[in-house]
């Protein structure tokens, strides 16, 4: 039975930090495991970003020849700038029992809550690092494009229409600050021809399907986020220095609201990797647990998530009869150089 616990509280632990996050965080639409290409372990991983050419005259004396601008597709080294830990212990006996009585384990119980309050953090410094990316000019306040009930959805086809014009005609998303997301749901109850509500499926990693509500405009998938994650820039609390304690983020000092926040679907991408590094457990629960029943049990986690989990030790807690989790979460957005020109946001200073 010992083995058998310690197999299930890594399992059910791995699904959490693995599942929690993506549900929970709005912008887990930009997770794309086509773009990202993992190692097993390691900080830095593999993008690719594919360039377009433009056509030059044919010379039929020299025949084809190179002229700098036939599109490109390159692989190129992407460290993801947050590095974030969280740790926990649950003490032996309570998982032992949530075992024996069929109950859910209290390590992936508080694991969900974690990652739940994760989601936030992920949230808000994906919204911050895109907007940093965002061009000077493609910036506007809510004074320049309007937010009220009255005028949002011109607003919507004004911010179509530019997309458009820097030569992207595909599907947007659109990230809404909550308050103004509630003048959409007021135009839509006064017009309802102008937008529908769907389901949106996507597979953020393999083998992991979630859905998402959102309206579609057009072009434009207008997707609701807490007003909470909508900071033009965001501060992470470190967790251990004076005043920093409680971990998390906050806004950044200056910072504005993001009321809009437009991202053409290949303009931007989100990587988010867990790396347990140690699952400690009590010396009484390794009786039995040799190491081939660890790979053979636990060894196809990475591989089924495409590397996005990695395990890389259980060990012997030497310090309390508790299983304890250390985890640490590596993550961040980035966006595509010659993309950034199709990004757009509506902004509102906050007082």
Same mark, same amino acid.
């Given at each position: 039975m010992a083995n058998i616990t310690v197999i299930e509280a890594a399992k059910a632990y791995s699904s959490q930090v693995v599942r929690e996050p993506l549900i929970n965080s709005i912008f887990s639409l930009l997770v794309n495991p086509d773009v990202f290409k993992y190692e097993k372990f390691g900080k830095e991983?593999?993008?690719?970003?594919?360039?377009?050419?433009?056509?030059?005259?044919?010379?039929?004396?020299?025949?084809?020849?190179?002229?700098? !601008?036939?599109?490109?597709?390159?692989? &190129?080294?992407?460290?993801?700038?947050?590095?974030?830990?969280?740790?926990?212990?649950?003490?032996?006996? =309570?998982?032992?029992?949530?075992?024996?009585?069929?109950?859910?384990?209290?390590? #992936?119980? %508080?694991?969900?809550?974690?990652?739940?309050?994760?989601?936030?953090? %992920?949230d808000a410094t994906t919204a911050a690092a895109i907007f940093a990316n965002i061009p000077?000019?493609?910036?506007? !306040?809510?004074?320049?494009? &309007?937010?009220? &009930?009255?005028? %949002? @959805?011109?607003?919507? !086809? =004004?911010?179509?229409?530019?997309?458009?014009?820097?030569?992207?005609?595909?599907?947007?998303?659109?990230?809404?600050?909550?308050?103004?997301?509630? #003048?959409?749901?007021? #135009?839509?109850?006064?017009?309802?021809?102008?937008?529908?509500?769907? /389901?949106?499926? @996507?597979?953020?990693? &393999?083998?992991?399907?979630?859905?998402?509500?959102?309206?579609?405009?057009?072009?434009? %998938?207008? /997707?609701?986020?807490?007003?909470?994650?909508?900071? !033009?820039?965001?501060?992470?609390?470190?967790?251990?220095?004076?005043?920093?304690?409680?971990?998390?983020y906050v806004k950044a000092e200056g910072a504005s609201y993001i009321d809009m926040l437009v991202v053409p679907a290949p303009a931007a991408a989100l990587s988010v990797r867990h790396f347990v590094a140690n699952l400690l457990v009590p010396m009484a629960y390794t009786e039995g647990l040799t190491a081939g029943v660890v790979e053979t049990e636990l060894g196809g986690v990475n591989n089924l998530t495409d590397n996005t989990v990695a395990f890389s030790n259980i060990g012997i807690n030497q310090k309390a009869d508790a299983?304890?989790?250390?985890?640490?979460?590596?993550?961040?957005a980035m966006t595509f150089e010659s993309w950034k020109n199709t990004l757009f946001a509506v902004t509102t200073a906050i007082a």
């Amino acid at each position: 039975m010992a083995n058998i616990t310690v197999i299930e509280a890594a399992k059910a632990y791995s699904s959490q930090v693995v599942r929690e996050p993506l549900i929970n965080s709005i912008f887990s639409l930009l997770v794309n495991p086509d773009v990202f290409k993992y190692e097993k372990f390691g900080k830095e991983t593999m993008v690719r970003e594919v360039k377009g050419g433009t056509a030059s005259n044919y010379d039929k004396n020299a025949g084809f020849t190179a002229n700098g !601008t036939g599109g490109s597709a390159e692989w &190129k080294p992407f460290v993801a700038p947050y590095d974030r830990e969280m740790t926990f212990a649950v003490d032996a006996m =309570d998982e032992y029992n949530a075992v024996r009585e069929g109950f859910e384990l209290s390590g #992936a119980a %508080i694991a969900k809550q974690n990652m739940r309050n994760m989601a936030g953090e %992920i949230d808000a410094t994906t919204a911050a690092a895109i907007f940093a990316n965002i061009p000077a000019e493609n910036v506007y !306040t809510s004074a320049d494009l &309007k937010l009220d &009930k009255d005028n %949002i @959805f011109q607003t919507l !086809t =004004d911010l179509e229409a530019k997309v458009f014009n820097k030569g992207y005609a595909g599907d947007s998303y659109v990230f809404v600050r909550s308050t103004d997301y509630s #003048a959409i749901t007021a #135009a839509l109850l006064a017009n309802n021809a102008l937008a529908n509500q769907e /389901v949106l499926k @996507f597979s953020p990693i &393999k083998g992991l399907e979630l859905e998402t509500r959102v309206v579609k405009y057009n072009n434009l %998938i207008i /997707v609701r986020v807490p007003d909470t994650r909508m900071f !033009t820039a965001v501060t992470l609390l470190d967790g251990k220095s004076e005043g920093q304690e409680a971990g998390g983020y906050v806004k950044a000092e200056g910072a504005s609201y993001i009321d809009m926040l437009v991202v053409p679907a290949p303009a931007a991408a989100l990587s988010v990797r867990h790396f347990v590094a140690n699952l400690l457990v009590p010396m009484a629960y390794t009786e039995g647990l040799t190491a081939g029943v660890v790979e053979t049990e636990l060894g196809g986690v990475n591989n089924l998530t495409d590397n996005t989990v990695a395990f890389s030790n259980i060990g012997i807690n030497q310090k309390a009869d508790a299983f304890e989790y250390q985890t640490r979460m590596i993550y961040g957005a980035m966006t595509f150089e010659s993309w950034k020109n199709t990004l757009f946001a509506v902004t509102t200073a906050i007082a």
